[in-house]
C-alpha cells in the first residue's frame, strides 16, 4: 500500500533577491527571501507569500515588498518587473522555469522612476500615446449608420496590434528609450516601439483616420520613429508577440509619403 503524501510533497524552497527602494530618489538596497512554493507557482504568488510574512532569510523581519497586478493572467500588463536581468510579466513566470537552488532576482524597470519596491510610474508611456493622439476621435453621439468596412486582412493585422496592454517590456528592453529623463525633456525623447504600433493601429481604423494626419507630423519629428535605432529587442520581449518592427518599418514608410506629399503640396 502507497503512503500518502504528507501537505508538503513536491515543495521546494526558493530563494529571492529583490531590489528595494522606499520611495522616489532614495538609494535602493538588496533584501533576500527564502519562500516554500508549490509545483507551477507564479513569481506573484510568491510574492504575496512574502508580504504574508516578511522576513529576510536572515531572521529578520521587514515591510511586504510592494508590487502591482491586476489581472493575473498577462492582459492589465502592471506586473511587469525584471527577473534575471530580463523583462517579463510576474504573473507568467512560473518559478519551475527555474533550476532548484538557484537564486532569483527581481527587480523594478529602470526606464521608468521607482515609486516604491518593484511598483514604478509609467506615465510617460502614457505621455507618449497622448503624444500621438491614439484614440479613436469622437465623432458624434448620433446614429451615423454603418462604420466603414474593413478587409479580413486588415482585421488580423489590427487584432495583433490591439492586444498591446502598455506593460513597457518593449521599452525596458530598448536602448533608445533613455533612463529615467527629466519629466521636462518626456516630449523630446523618444517615444518607444509601443507608442508608434498604437499609431498604426489607430491610422488604419477607419475613423481614426482623420487623426492620421497629426499622428505622423508628431512620429516624423524629434523622438518619432526616425530616433529608433532598429536593436529589435523590443520584439524579442514582447510578451504579446506583437509584431512591433513591422509597426515600426509601417509607420515610417507613412512619414516619408506625408513628407513627401507635403514637400510636392507646399503645405
Same mark, same amino acid.
Given at each position: 500500500?502507497?503512503?500518502?503524501?504528507? +501537505?508538503?510533497? /513536491?515543495?521546494?524552497?526558493?530563494?529571492? #533577491?529583490?531590489r528595494?527602494?522606499?520611495?522616489?530618489?532614495?538609494k535602493?538596497?538588496?533584501? $533576500?527571501?527564502?519562500?516554500?512554493?508549490?509545483?507551477?507557482?507564479?513569481?506573484?504568488?510568491?510574492?504575496? !507569500? =512574502?508580504? !504574508?510574512?516578511?522576513?529576510?532569510?536572515? /531572521?529578520?523581519?521587514?515591510?511586504?515588498?510592494?508590487?502591482?497586478?491586476?489581472?493575473?493572467?498577462? @492582459?492589465?500588463?502592471?506586473?511587469?518587473? &525584471?527577473?534575471?536581468?530580463?523583462?517579463?510579466? #510576474?504573473?507568467?513566470?512560473?518559478?519551475?522555469?527555474?533550476?532548484? !537552488?538557484?537564486?532569483?532576482?527581481v527587480?523594478?524597470?529602470?526606464?521608468?522612476?521607482?515609486?516604491?519596491?518593484?511598483?514604478?510610474?509609467?506615465?510617460?508611456?502614457?505621455? %507618449?500615446?497622448?503624444?500621438?493622439? #491614439?484614440? &479613436?476621435?469622437?465623432?458624434?453621439?448620433?446614429?451615423?449608420?454603418?462604420?466603414?468596412?474593413?478587409?479580413?486582412?486588415?482585421?488580423?493585422?489590427?487584432?495583433?496590434?490591439?492586444?498591446?496592454?502598455?506593460?513597457?517590456?518593449?521599452?525596458? #528592453?530598448?536602448?533608445?528609450?533613455?533612463?529615467?529623463?527629466?519629466a521636462?525633456?518626456?516630449?523630446?525623447?523618444?517615444?518607444?516601439?509601443?507608442? =508608434?504600433?498604437?499609431? $498604426?493601429?489607430?491610422?488604419?481604423?477607419?475613423?481614426?483616420?482623420?487623426?492620421?494626419?497629426?499622428?505622423?507630423?508628431?512620429?516624423? %519629428? $524629434?523622438?518619432? @520613429?526616425?530616433?529608433?535605432?532598429?536593436?529589435?529587442?523590443?520584439?524579442?520581449?514582447?510578451?504579446?508577440?506583437? +509584431?512591433?518592427?513591422?509597426? =515600426?518599418?509601417?509607420?515610417?514608410?507613412?512619414?516619408?509619403?506625408?513628407? &513627401?506629399?507635403?514637400f510636392?503640396?507646399?503645405?
Amino acid at each position: 500500500m502507497v503512503a500518502p503524501k504528507s +501537505p508538503a510533497a /513536491g515543495r521546494r524552497t526558493l530563494r529571492l #533577491a529583490i531590489r528595494r527602494q522606499e520611495s522616489p530618489g532614495v538609494k535602493s538596497r538588496w533584501e $533576500r527571501f527564502e519562500v516554500e512554493v508549490e509545483p507551477g507557482s507564479n513569481l506573484i504568488s510568491v510574492l504575496q !507569500g =512574502i508580504a !504574508g510574512r516578511p522576513t529576510t532569510a536572515a /531572521g529578520e523581519k521587514t515591510t511586504p515588498v510592494a508590487f502591482d497586478c491586476g489581472c493575473l493572467e498577462e @492582459v492589465c500588463g502592471s506586473c511587469t518587473m &525584471v527577473v534575471n536581468g530580463k523583462v517579463r510579466q #510576474a504573473c507568467s513566470c512560473l518559478v519551475d522555469q527555474f533550476v532548484e !537552488g538557484d537564486e532569483i532576482t527581481v527587480e523594478p524597470m529602470t526606464k521608468f522612476p521607482v515609486v516604491r519596491d518593484l511598483c514604478v510610474d509609467r506615465s510617460r508611456l502614457f505621455d %507618449g500615446l497622448k503624444r500621438v493622439k #491614439a484614440w &479613436v476621435p469622437l465623432d458624434g453621439t448620433y446614429h451615423l449608420g454603418g462604420g466603414p468596412k474593413e478587409s479580413p486582412q486588415d482585421q488580423e493585422t489590427r487584432y495583433a496590434l490591439a492586444t498591446c496592454m502598455s506593460c513597457g517590456c518593449c521599452l525596458e #528592453a530598448c536602448p533608445q528609450y533613455k533612463v529615467e529623463p527629466d519629466a521636462t525633456t518626456w516630449a523630446k525623447e523618444f517615444v518607444g516601439a509601443a507608442v =508608434i504600433s498604437q499609431a $498604426r493601429l489607430f491610422n488604419m481604423h477607419g475613423t481614426g483616420q482623420v487623426l492620421k494626419g497629426e499622428r505622423l507630423e508628431v512620429l516624423s %519629428g $524629434r523622438g518619432g @520613429v526616425n530616433d529608433c535605432g532598429n536593436a529589435q529587442n523590443c520584439v524579442q520581449v514582447c510578451p504579446k508577440e506583437i +509584431p512591433l518592427t513591422e509597426s =515600426i518599418a509601417a509607420v515610417g514608410r507613412q512619414a516619408t509619403v506625408q513628407a &513627401v506629399k507635403r514637400f510636392f503640396s507646399g503645405r
